[in-house]
């Protein structure tokens, strides 16, 4: 539940990709200290799909990074 509200928090303040690490890191927590590549493939994975598939894709108005 919290990987949710920080997703939701995070993907109108700093973007897709931060919001989507928070997810990832939160909802991977337990397994963070021992299979972390696997975690930061799995990372990798779910952004370029949900970058390609929304931004590109559907073209939803969706900040990748906002700084």
């Known amino acids: 539940l919290a990987s949710v509200v920080a997703f939701g928090l995070l993907v109108e303040r700093g973007g897709l990709v931060p919001a989507l690490l928070a ?4 909802c991977c927590y337990s397994r963070l200290r021992k299979q972390y590549v696997e975690v930061a493939l799995l990372y990798v994975f779910i952004a370029v799909l949900v970058i390609g598939l929304f931004v590109y894709g559907v073209d939803l108005p969706f900040k990748v990074l906002s700084f």
């Open 23 to 26: 997810l990832t890191v939160l």
